[in-house]
């Protein structure tokens, strides 16, 4: 979800958005394209400047690890978290835990697949 946020997929504070691996790369190409914090932070405002010179290596690796890691078609929707509602029963109550964008990814992807789908 972070990426998605860094890239400006996602507007700040979202918990969750609706994407595809292709849109991760869109913005990969971008961000490579520039070569200097400076026009990354104009293009990426919402990027933190230390993260700025990692964006284009971290938005190429997401689109990659959807695309060839979990096999994701580019044009497949997604759902990264940033928060996953935890219903557990030795809570007293429910809590949100924070989540990196690879368990969000893959969770989707769990329930999205059908060999794996409980419900």
């Given at each position: 979800m972070h990426q998605a946020t860094n890239s400006g997929i996602a507007p700040p504070g979202?918990?969750?958005?609706?994407?595809?691996?292709?849109?991760?790369?869109?913005?990969a190409i971008?961000?490579?394209?520039?070569n200097n914090v400076t026009a990354l932070a104009q293009q990426f405002p919402t990027t933190l400047p230390v993260n700025l010179p990692w964006l284009c290596l971290d938005l190429v690796?997401?689109?990659q690890v959807l695309m060839y890691g979990f096999g994701m078609a580019g044009n497949q929707m997604v759902t990264p978290l940033?928060?996953?509602?935890?219903?557990?029963?030795?809570?007293?109550?429910?809590?949100?835990?924070?989540?990196?964008w690879t368990f969000g990814l893959a969770v989707n992807y769990m329930?999205?697949?059908?060999?794996?789908?409980?419900?």
């Open positions: 979202s918990v969750a958005v609706s994407t595809t691996p292709l849109q991760f790369y869109q913005k971008l961000a490579c394209a520039l690796y997401t689109s940033s928060q996953v509602e935890d219903l557990s029963q030795t809570y007293s109550s429910t809590t949100d835990t924070e989540s990196t329930w999205t697949n059908e060999a794996l789908n409980y419900s």
